[in-house]
């Protein structure tokens, strides 16, 4: 019972918005599967679902999705959703997102195989990328706009 009902969260999560631990119990119950709060507490965090605030506010998301979808379609979801500036200076782009969601496009780049990136420092809202030797800020940003400007593949 305890697999079945964390595989519906992680289903729930992936494809719908997910705000609260309640709404999370009443899509289950919804599909037949009774839970308490406590034990819908005990899921998400067993699952190590993160919640974070994006542009329609606060939900629960899947930080490892990016090794299930494609790492480049995974990483283009990810900054058109959470991407709200790029500001390059010398080597480093510093890429503001909304409250929360800094590590979730951090985990994504880092995951990617990009040539132009040695790496990425998230914090809450704030993500500081670092260029290979001999790249821009500005040769970054390039790439990670031209990502997130492709069609799904």
């Known amino acids: 019972m305890k697999a079945r009902r964390q595989q519906a969260i992680l289903e729930l999560v992936s ?23 406590s034990t819908i507490s005990r899921d998400i965090e067993e699952l190590g679902l ?7 506010g606060v939900r629960y998301v899947v930080p490892g999705e990016t090794q299930q979808n494609g790492h480049r379609q995974t990483l283009r979801h990810l900054l058109r959703e959470f991407a709200v500036t790029m500001t390059p200076s010398a080597n480093l782009l510093v890429v503001a997102t909304p409250p929360g969601a800094a590590h979730l496009l951090a985990e994504g780049i880092d995951r990617t195989p990009l040539e132009e990136i040695a790496g990425t420092v998230a914090g809450d809202n704030t993500i500081m990328v ?8 500005k040769e970054v940003m390039d790439v990670l706009h031209e990502i997130m400007e492709e ?3």
């Open 15 to 37: 494809r719908e918005r997910c705000s609260s631990q309640e709404e999370i119990r009443a899509r289950l119950a919804e599909r037949g599967l009774e839970a308490t709060q």
């Open 50 to 56: 993160a919640r974070i605030h994006d542009h329609a």
């Open 130 to 137: 670092v260029a290979r030797d001999d790249l821009s800020g």
């Open 151 to 153: 069609n799904g593949r």
